[in-house]
């Protein structure tokens, strides 16, 4: 070892497997809850309004903190923050489980993604804390695998977990099994994460944490509930998360310049590839979370599948997910972005061929013939995820690691939250007229799956001008 390098920590890969089982928890409960709610709605006789909140509550307030809870992992301790998090998301999943009322399900479930919004940015963080070369390469794929398994199984959990407690037990499994999984985190967390570090008083930056909330809140509001907005807010609600964006830019750009502890110092962005991994993040997101919302309205309501079907019919999609991000884990510092533009074409291909498929498949063995596209749009998913979180974080400053995850989570759950509201639009809309309810379904799927792939094309336009920028810029620097 050279002098002056420190030795990597000898449990860096158990540490690693630690902090992602509890991403994977608060992953799970973004999906795993949509197959959920016609239990909850039947136990409960919860209006759909109220059905709604449920999931809408959890995506809100986990959109919110990401960027603030990098900033307190950052200046106050990773481990700590982690285990604050894992503490508080196992203690209101326990409260959703046994909640009474729909109204107190609502307001565990929003305590729910305060707690996973604490714990997502110290997992990167601590990621760039204890990895180094082609191993942070690595150490990605396994939390792009644990994103994109997160995201893909939760129908396929949920519907197994309601199948075993039925109708009235069922969804409360949904949340009791974040319990023990807590625990046997919060106790691994303790031996295995590293310790913190003590580092400088930080002043928090309250006032940038208000206005960046303000505008993230404007935007996800608006994102989850635009079917039951009236059209003239949905109009008005942009211009005070503009002005809040502008105001929270200014803000920051002078506490940047003056260096006196911004909550996001603007000069990550003079790095072209977290940018470049930020605007992507912001592109290709809604397809890869608005897609499996779509297949599972089209199981369940167009096919009449059963949560457990549904889940099993979409699993050639986290198989492929589940395959390809830690395969691509390993190169992808050697390829670069390239690796990253396969990757979001893979995906179109796929969902390409998924839109002519479902117009051409019997009813009868619809899931297998839609099994092989779904295969490679989640081999091409997996494929995303990993690089981009990589590339976008591979030059970043360890010390500003969870700031820097934060706002690269921020846009991610941005984009989940359009995709859901845009391609879950998209969807009733295609819905046809006439035909079997399978084939107007199918004709929603379709269309769903083609504002998708719009999606993925932007995100592919932007890795791809990157890609060329780089290579002018090396040929200029020869």
């Known amino acids: 070892m050279l002098a002056g390098v420190p030795e990597p920590d000898p449990r860096r890969w158990l540490a690693l497997l630690t902090c992602c089982s509890a991403l994977f928890m608060t992953l799970l409960d973004v999906s795993v809850t949509n197959v959920a709610l016609p239990s909850i709605g039947h136990a409960m006789s919860a209006v759909p309004s109220e059905l709604q909140w449920v999931v809408s509550g959890y995506t809100l307030a986990f959109g919110l903190v990401p960027v603030l809870a990098g900033r307190l992992g950052d200046d106050h301790g990773r481990r700590l923050m982690f285990q604050v998090g894992v503490a508080s998301f196992a203690g209101t999943s326990l409260l959703a489980g046994l909640a009474p009322s729909v109204s107190v399900l609502i307001a565990a479930r929003v305590l729910q993604g305060l707690a996973g919004g604490l714990i997502n940015p110290q997992v990167s963080g601590l990621i760039q804390q204890l990895f180094r070369g082609h191993e942070r390469g690595r150490a990605f794929g396994v939390l792009g695998t644990t994103v994109g398994l997160g995201t893909a199984l939760g129908p396929l959990v949920g519907g197994a977990l309601i199948a075993l407690g039925g109708q009235q037990v069922g969804w409360r499994l949904v949340f009791f099994v974040n319990v023990p999984i807590g625990v046997v985190v919060m106790l691994l967390a303790r031996r295995l994460l590293p310790s913190d570090v003590a580092v400088g008083r930080h002043r928090l930056d309250v006032l940038g944490a208000a206005l960046l909330g303000g505008a993230t809140f404007g935007v996800l509001f608006a994102s989850v509930q635009y079917r039951t907005l009236p059209g003239w807010l949905l109009g008005v609600l942009p211009v005070p998360v503009v002005v809040l964006l502008v105001l929270f830019f200014r803000r920051e750009r002078r506490l940047t310049r003056l260096r006196r502890d911004p909550l996001v110092d603007l000069r990550l962005f003079r790095e072209p590839s977290y940018t470049t991994g930020s605007v992507l993040a912001l592109a290709c997101f809604p397809a890869l979370a608005g897609v499996p919302l779509v297949l599972t309205l089209y199981y369940q309501q167009g096919l009449g599948y059963t949560a457990l079907e549904s889940g099993l019919a979409a699993t050639a999609y986290a198989i492929g997910n589940g395959i390809s991000a830690p395969l691509v884990g390993r ?51 997996g494929a995303i995820v990993t690089p981009n979180q990589t590339l976008t974080l591979l030059s970043v400053d360890p010390a500003i690691g969870s700031t820097a995850g934060g706002v690269l989570q921020t846009a991610q759950r941005i984009g989940l939250a359009v995709g859901q509201a845009v391609i879950g639009a998209a969807f009733f809309a295609g819905v046809g007229a006439t035909g079997t309810t399978a084939q107007r379904y199918g004709d929603g799927l379709g269309t769903a799956i083609v504002v998708a792939v719009g999606f993925v094309v932007l995100a592919t336009a932007v890795g791809v001008t990157d890609v060329v920028r780089t290579r002018r810029r090396v040929r200029q620097a020869v």
């Open 331 to 381: 190169v992808v510092t050697r390829v670069g972005r390239p690796l990253l533009v396969a990757a979001t074409v893979t995906y179109g291909l796929g969902g390409v061929a998924l839109a002519v498929l479902v117009d051409h498949a019997p009813t009868a063995h619809v899931a297998l013939v839609l099994a092989p596209a779904l295969f490679v749009m989640g081999a091409g998913a």
